[in-house]
Each structure stands twice: as C-alpha cells, then as structure tokens.
C-alpha cells in the first residue's frame, strides 16, 4: 500500500486548503474493510488525530476542527481528501494520511509521507 500527500502550502487565517492522498490502485476495491485517518503533528507536539472515515462511510472529527474540516474519499481514483476551511495558525502542522487495514486479525497502518500546512495570522 502507497500512499502519497499533496495540497500543503501556506495559507493566510480564515483560507482554506484541500490536502489530498494518492492510494495505490484498486485499494478500495481489494480492501472492503478499512479505516482511512488524517493526522497531523505540530512542532514539540505529539501526533494527533484530525479525521476518521471508514469503509461504512461514517466520519469523525477532532473537536478542534469539527464544522471546518472535511474528510473524503472518491473510490473509483483511489483518492483521500481532507478538506479544510477557516484555517487557523493552530492548524499549521504536517498532515499525514493513513490507513488501516485489518490483516491477519491485526490492524496494519500504512503512511504516507507527509505535506507540510502552515497557517499565517
């Protein structure tokens, strides 16, 4: 499983960006089950979770970006999204996409690389 991030940058308070995540083809096709999760980890911060979607369709949502924050997939261009509105400079962090699969009765993460958002005031 590859995954890939794009759509960081900078973005001036109150902008919006949509950060994406390239999966390796057909994975939501050979994996039924699965759980897709946006984290991100700030500078002398832990890793944290910002979004939950699983392969029922249900969604979750940090309480720091709910209403904000959008996540999404488009199954047919093995692709995850996470929207995100009213950005705010206690969102700047790198934002990591992640899935989990279960394999063998255990869940697997898988990781993509990262793609730096940083929010000016």
């Known amino acids: 499983v590859q995954l890939v991030e794009s759509g960081g940058g900078l973005v001036q308070s109150g902008g919006s960006l949509r950060l994406s995540c390239a999966a390796s083809?057909?994975?939501?096709?050979?994996?039924?089950?699965?759980?897709i999760n946006w984290y991100r980890q700030a500078p002398g911060k832990q890793r944290e979770v910002v979004s939950t979607?699983?392969?029922?369709?249900?969604?979750n949502y940090t309480d720091s970006v709910k209403g904000r924050f959008t996540i999404s997939r488009d199954i047919a261009e093995n692709m995850i999204y996470l929207q995100m509105n009213s950005l705010k400079s206690e969102d700047t962090a790198k934002y990591y996409c992640?899935?989990?699969?279960?394999?063998?009765?255990?869940?697997?993460?898988?990781w993509g690389q990262g793609t730096q958002v940083t929010v000016s005031s």
């Open positions: 979607l699983n392969s029922g369709g249900s969604s």
């Open positions: 992640n899935v989990q699969l279960p394999l063998g009765g255990r869940p697997y993460d898988y």
């Open positions: 083809p057909n994975l939501f096709h050979i994996y039924t089950i699965y759980t």
